[in-house]
T-cell receptor, first 114, second 112 residues
Framework: ETGVTQTPRHLVMGMTNKKSLKCEQHLGHNAMYWYKQSAKKPLELMFVYSLEERVENNSVPSRFSPECPNSSHLFLHLHTLQPEDSALYLC?????????????FGPGTRLTVT | KQEVTQIPAALSVPEGENLVLNCSFTDSAIYNLQWFRQDPGKGLTSLLLIQSSQREQTSGRLNASLDKSSGRSTLYIAASQPGDSATYLCAVRDNYGQNFVFGPGTRLSVLP
C-alpha cells in the first residue's frame, strides 16, 4: 500500500465501549498527526508526534489517548466517548525535520458514538 | 493565537469560468501555507504548498499566491471543470512548532 492508510473506515460505538483507530504511513515520514473534523467546524489538530515523541496536545479530553509505537504507525485509543465526539478523524504525516513539511492525509475514520 | 478564515464559504460557477478562493490568517509568522481539496466524506488531498519565502506556486490549472505581510493567500483555478467540485481548505504552519491551523473551507460547485 502507498500513502497514508486508516482503519477502520467507519466505526459505530456505544458510550461505554473501548475501541482504537489505526493509522499507517508508507511515505518514510517521521511526524504523524491526529485531526478531528466535526460538521461545520474547521479541522482541529488533536495530537502531533515527531520522531515518536508527542510534541503537541491541544487540550484534548483524556478519553482520547494517542500512541505512536514507531514512526510508521499511530493509534488513537477511545474510551467512554460522548455523542459530541462523533466526527471524521483524520490522520496525516509529514517529515519532521526536513522542509517543506508537507502534510499527507489518510481517508479518515467516520466515528459515530451512540 | 492564529486564526484562519476563508471567503467565500460557498461558491457556485458554470463550467469554464476562472475563479479565485481566498484565505486570510491573523499571525504573519508562518512557516508555510498549504492548500487542500476534500471530497465529501473523504480525506484531504494536497494541492499546493507555499513556503513563507515564496510568492506563488503553480500546478496545472491551479495557482496559489502568498502575501505574508498582509496575511493573505489566494487559490486561482483556471477553466473550472465539474471535477473541481469539492471543499477547498487552506492551512498555515507556524514558526514555533508543529502546529497547523486550518480554515473552515470554501465549498465549490462547478456546474456542467
Amino acid at each position: 500500500e502507498t500513502g497514508v492508510t486508516q482503519t477502520p473506515r467507519h466505526l459505530v460505538m456505544g458510550m461505554t465501549n473501548k475501541k482504537s483507530l489505526k493509522c499507517e504511513q508508507h511515505l518514510g515520514h517521521n511526524a504523524m498527526y491526529w485531526y478531528k473534523q466535526s460538521a461545520k467546524k474547521p479541522l482541529e489538530l488533536m495530537f502531533v508526534y515527531s520522531l515518536e515523541e508527542r510534541v503537541e496536545n491541544n487540550s484534548v479530553p483524556s478519553r482520547f489517548s494517542p500512541e505512536c509505537p514507531n514512526s510508521s504507525h499511530l493509534f488513537l485509543h477511545l474510551h467512554t466517548l460522548q455523542p459530541e465526539d462523533s466526527a471524521l478523524y483524520l490522520c496525516a504525516s509529514s517529515q519532521a525535520r526536513t522542509s517543506p513539511y508537507e502534510q499527507y492525509f489518510g481517508p479518515g475514520t467516520r466515528l459515530t458514538v451512540t | 493565537k492564529q486564526e484562519v478564515t476563508q471567503i467565500p464559504a460557498a461558491l457556485s460557477v458554470p463550467e469554464g469560468e476562472n475563479l479565485v478562493l481566498n484565505c486570510s490568517f491573523t499571525d504573519s509568522a508562518i512557516y508555510n501555507l498549504q492548500w487542500f481539496r476534500q471530497d465529501p466524506g473523504k480525506g484531504l488531498t494536497s494541492l499546493l504548498l507555499i513556503q513563507s519565502s515564496q510568492r506563488e506556486q503553480t500546478s496545472g490549472r491551479l495557482n496559489a499566491s502568498l502575501d505574508k505581510s498582509s496575511g493573505r493567500s489566494t487559490l486561482y483555478i483556471a477553466a473550472s471543470q465539474p471535477g473541481d467540485s469539492a471543499t477547498y481548505l487552506c492551512a498555515v504552519r507556524d514558526n514555533y512548532g508543529q502546529n497547523f491551523v486550518f480554515g473552515p473551507g470554501t465549498r465549490l460547485s462547478v456546474l456542467p
